[in-house]
């Protein structure tokens, strides 16, 4: 195939819309792009590349000319949506958690293990957002002196939330300018001004499915089912780009020289002299890291600073990546 | 001394202010209380327990009716003025960085080492915001089960920088919300909807001085000088209210229901379940802890989040009890 059909589902959310702007900035390869979305937001119109595109709403049959759907629409509904579209014949690149811990399903980043592509049964799975980040700085670390414990606490932004999450925060600052109260529908409690160790439903063990996220995808993607990573996942009063402080052990000793040179090599990374703040993520589609230091309370002990914008990298490019290896 | 002559020097500043206020909440026992600044916030006045309190600049003598001072004024400026204090016969309390390290100055969280009081040769130092509220938890698991490892990142609010700060901050979402260009003058980055991993001067070694200020200090008060600490610190767009993830490898295994009896019982922690907020802390004068759960990536680990009001118990409500130590 020279040309295909591609779909966005979710086309109107966040990452929808993102998604359809990548494909556009990066001139991806479609003969016929259709934009899907719930019968809601069916309508809208985008214009892409140009060219006018009506989004439709999710109705049988709709994926039957399409090659490769791209779909962000949360994990009960993918767990609806998907088959169907695979039944009718697209490649689905998922963006939910709903396929990502499945043995049969790949979960890819298309810098560390586009093998797995090919492994496919109809469905890529594209890793959560604070996952994506994480584990391209890792691989390079990995391969090169092997990990023995990571230790990450994330500073993520509203953005990965959704739109509601976006203007809550946008509503709220505008409330505190103007001497109004600040009320909080999207999250438990105020976001503006505020920090919130709380990402996603809280599991029996102390852990919330964020952080479970970030420990299983990991290890799933290093293919460690062993891997020692601990991680807590903190919402921050940032519209765009997830910021993460990562400890890491390593197995052998290398210099921060040799640590530094590996990530500067890396596909996908940038660093940032003297460290990256999260809102230069808005216009870079890196993985920016920063505040490369020995840590002396271990040995081969390193602290970083690793940035990236979460709905890019996070999640539209890294689902365009792997579509753009998908039709290689 | 049954009333004491008491100064706040630095009076007109963030700490300055919250310490009238916190010796005016807790009936702090002074006959006299003066308000020492710089000739530039000379003659502005303060009501402190019904009573008008005019600010008197800095001069040769102004101590020599002087109990204890308390002083707020920076680190360079504290070392010129507080050995003049010292000289005319006040106990000090400073809350900057000039004494703290010193051998003959006791560095002191009043729950933790109140009996360092006692050593004080004139000057008695207060530790850094981000220290009080990790040691006084760290204190209990200290002596409960011994501790091997700690990795600690923070989320610290625009206050500990000063007044000038809040102002930015608060300059800046005014601007985003009226469509302005949003300018920075304290940070070296816009902070408003941004996260940045820099607090202070950057060291050699790659970190701030604000986190090696976690590892000497969090030394110095545990009385360990070998205890293993990283910390990364890191300033969010909060106004009030310094937050922490603390990670703890201890030395002895102890359940997860010991170690929160344990800070349960702690004077000046409060657990809040299901978590504390930041803004939480603009009420509560403890250290909120919050998130207690064991982290299996490692034997006898375990992950905190650690929330206190860094202008309240991290610096003037710190200072009064140590005050009120020393009139006991």
């Known amino acids: 195939m020279n040309s295909h059909n591609v779909a966005v589902v979710g086309a109107t959310g966040a990452v929808g819309r993102e998604m359809q702007k990548t494909l556009e900035e990066r001139d991806f390869p479609y003969n016929k792009l259709k934009l899907i979305a719930t019968e809601r937001s069916a309508g809208k119109k985008f214009k892409i590349k140009g060219k006018e595109h009506v989004v439709e709403a999710i109705k049988p049959g709709i994926f039957e000319d399409i090659d490769i759907a791209l779909f962000s629409i949360g994990s009960s509904p993918s767990k609806e949506i998907v088959p169907q579209a695979v039944k009718e014949g697209a490649v689905v690149i998922d963006n939910s958690n709903a396929f990502r811990m499945d043995d049969n399903v790949p979960l890819v980043v298309p810098e560390i293990n586009p093998e797995e592509i090919k492994n496919n049964n109809g469905i890529i799975a594209n890793p959560n957002c604070s996952t994506i980040q994480l584990v391209v700085v890792l691989k390079p670390l990995y391969e090169m002196a092997g990990i023995k414990r990571i230790v990450v606490n994330t500073y993520q932004a509203v953005s990965g939330t959704g739109k509601a999450a976006i203007d809550e925060l946008d509503k709220q600052v ?28 809280f599991f029996d063990n102390g852990y919330t499915k964020e952080e479970m996220k970030m420990v299983r995808e990991t290890r799933k993607i290093l293919n460690d089912d062993k891997l020692a990573i601990t991680a807590t996942a903190v919402r921050v009063p940032v519209f765009y780009g997830h910021s993460e402080a990562v400890n890491i052990e390593l197995e052998e000793d290398i210099t921060t020289d040799e640590l530094r040179k590996s990530l500067q090599e890396t596909e996908g990374i940038k660093i940032v002299d003297e460290y990256p703040v999260t809102i230069m993520t808005e216009n870079d589609d890196d993985v920016l890291v920063g505040r490369i230091r020995r ?6 002990g390193f602290n970083l600073w690793v940035v990236a914008n979460n709905l890019r990298k996070g999640a539209a490019l890294n689902a365009v990546q792997i579509a753009e290896k998908l039709v290689k």
């Not at 840590?295 to 081969?300: A, L, T, Y």
């Open 295 to 300: 840590d002396n309370s271990i040995e081969n």
């Open 174 to 201: 505008r409330d505190y300018v103007n001497n109004k109260e600040l009320k909080s529908e999207v999250y438990p409690h105020q976001i503006a001004f505020n920090i919130l160790p709380h990402i996603d439903v």
